[in-house]
């Protein structure tokens, strides 16, 4: 807990716009010996030498930086006590309009309710500060070993580059040999400059790497059986030929690739029906084993027919259950929820989709081969719906353009049907500009690339949230849990993923792919080493703190932890793994009993932070005050980007940041409304359909807590529309203002809190 604080204030910043020596003044008086000392400075970055020797010479142990956001240069102050931050310049002055809507002038004397809102931000940061302590470490023993599992190109690509690195690594593969998929595919697409040819796969030399190298230990044959612990200290058992071997590894590297789609999705095309239907995978296992291959082969692309055949199924699924719904008694539940199964499929179909851009760069590479192994006269055409070539791919696609041989047109493929010995591929809308069958001797469709996680449990956690990553049904089986931010982390902190289980990939991506795992695996050990978090609050000290003696073993916040951070004991107690742990606060958003907190962020803390707003009395002539609980990796930051390009909104509401919305407390919306406060509103990262979530499930866990504070507020005959959480992208810096004026005008009508001057 800081006792002696020393508050800075930027001129170079935040002195235009404000009164800065009243909010010094102020300071000072309101938090008497707290407050050690109040400092103008020209310009905080310039500034590092002389707050250094301010906390040497006044032996301070917090210093608050009022100026400019905590997002733009916080890599500056690193002093060795407390330091927290006012956002003074973009969620201020920069956004602050006048209370009648015009915007604001400088002048020479700051409008009262600028000067109002940049006290009040002052004292909600000295209050942070004066609640908040230095985590103790949290720091752990690691064992330096990188576990990967799947022994084909990913994996075999990650296993040598950790060894380069200097880390032992246990390598496990459930076949008998190494290679994977690419054991069927002895010639690639592009794997390096000039990325315009066909490259050789050289699979035998890329095992010999791994399998002589002594820092690597293989198994084949081999499956989890168990992983327990957590980062930096794993236990995991290995069933090797049927016999348990126990490797203590840091962290794991998940390869396991991908399976085909059920051929069942392609039916409508043929496969399954015609000999003479295929899909890439098995035309690739034909080439790889020198099958005869015939002069006319088309490639197709597009998937539309099969698609539309699904949806209609669907479709006729959705009436289907929603008429026995209608007519069914309870016990009849679960047969009309089993007619879901059919909008599953649909769902799995769209692996085609996500599958394209390999297909697309496959079905080239597999083109060129039939122009090189068949005869003089061979043809192969490409018909395609969407031809996706990722990045500097496109030089191997322009090269295709002009092969011999090769024929490529847009078409619509509406019909595939075998006539006699030959194919009749039916192409509409095409680039030709003309509408046409066209016969072929085989007919090569997509494969759908379904990551293993899908269909298996690959890595069989021994943690209280069972033996698989949580599901989450945006992904579809694929491992990764934000594709945006942060490529590779999985929902299991220390377990990182790449290759086509994260996402479709080519074989030069996959080669990417692993080096990036490798590299986070290794922050992983380091960070766990020295006990702070690694993603995506990076080097964060703190971790949760349980008071046991006051735990209900009510189980919440087991449950609702979305990264399997806590295990529990038989009566339900629960058992921590800090280096599992991400640093939201989701668990003590969920706990009723207050019982868990952080040293630097707490429910105590927000509470004070809160209660430091000065909330009028008078509601018509001085507003309403509305407070935002603002998410820190999303809103926080599209919210200093509205001020940035001077994006104003309503001067009545002021801002605290969170971790995450999973952990808002329902008693920080009891102390607001107490103290006086019109609305709060949460704002957060998208979640469902638009997932964004860096915390995967934290804006979603708050959306359903919305009911219980629904219902507390009702009990206070407080008006539960005063409590709102909207989500925002943190591109969506437009939208963020007329988010906010929004929800005041609808407080405004409202009218003011009822407990408001009691």
Known sequence: MAEKIGVYFDLANIGYGVDVQNLADEAAKKWGDLVALTKLVPELATAVKEISA????????????????????NDLYRFPVQVDYVNLREQCILSYKNPDGSPYVVAEKAPDALQQMALDY???????????????????????RILVIGGGWTGLTAAHEAASMGYDVVLVEKKAELGGAVANMPVSSPLGPLWENKTETNLKD????????????????????????????????????????????GTLILATGWVPLDNKYLEPMGLGKSSKVVTAAEFGKMLANDCEIPKRVAFVLDTTM?????????????????????????????EVEDKEFVKNDLESFQHLKYSNAVNSVGMLRLANTVCEKTNDGSQAYIL?????????????YKKMQDRLGVMMTKADVTAIREVGNHMVVTCENTLLGEDFDLEADLVVLPTGLVPTTAKDVTVQFAYRQGPDFPDLELFDGFADSNYICFPYETRRTGVYAAGCVRQPLTLDACEVDARGAVL?????????????????????????????????????????????????DEKGTPKPNPARCRRCGTCFGACPERVISFANY???????????????????????????????????PALDMAGMRRRTWSPYCRIIPVRCLGSVNAIWISDAMSKGFDGVMLLGCKYGDDYQCHFVKGSEICNRRMQNIAETLNRLGVQPERVEQLEVAIDEYDKVPSLIDGFVTRIVALGPNPFKGM
């Open 54 to 73: 301010d906390i040497a010479a006044q032996k301070l142990d917090g210093v608050l930086l009022c100026g400019a956001s905590p997002r733009l240069d």
């Open 122 to 144: 002052v004292n909600m940061g000295i209050a942070k500060l004066q609640k908040s302590n230095v985590p103790d470490s949290a720091a752990i023993t690691t064992t330096p």
């Open 206 to 249: 890329k095992i010999a790497r791994v399998t002589n190298n002594p820092r690597i230990t293989v198994y084949t044959n081999a499956v989890m059986e168990k992983l327990e612990g957590q980062p930096g200290e794993y236990v995991a058992s290995i069933s090797v030929d049927g016999n348990t071997k126990t490797e203590n590894v």
């Open 306 to 334: 099969a698609e539309k055949v699904w949806e209609e199924e669907a479709k006729k699924a959705a009436e289907e259950a929603a008429k026995a719904a209608e007519n069914a008694q309870p016990e009849e539940k679960t």
């Open 384 to 396: 395609y719906k969407n031809m996706t070539v990722p990045g500097i791919l496109e030089r191997f």
């Open 520 to 568: 986070k695996a290794v922050q992983c050990l380091e960070a766990a080493g020295r006990g702070v978090a690694v993603h995506p609050r990076a080097l964060d000290p703190s971790f949760p703190v349980f008071n046991f003696v006051r735990c209900t073993q009510c189980k919440r916040c087991t449950e609702e932890c979305p990264f399997g951070a806590l295990d529990d």
């Open 602 to 636: 707490n429910i105590d803390q927000i509470g004070s932070m809160i209660r430091q707003v000065q909330v009028p009395a008078n509601f018509k002539k001085e507003g309403p005050r509305i407070l935002i609980l603002a998410c820190e990796n999303d809103a926080y």
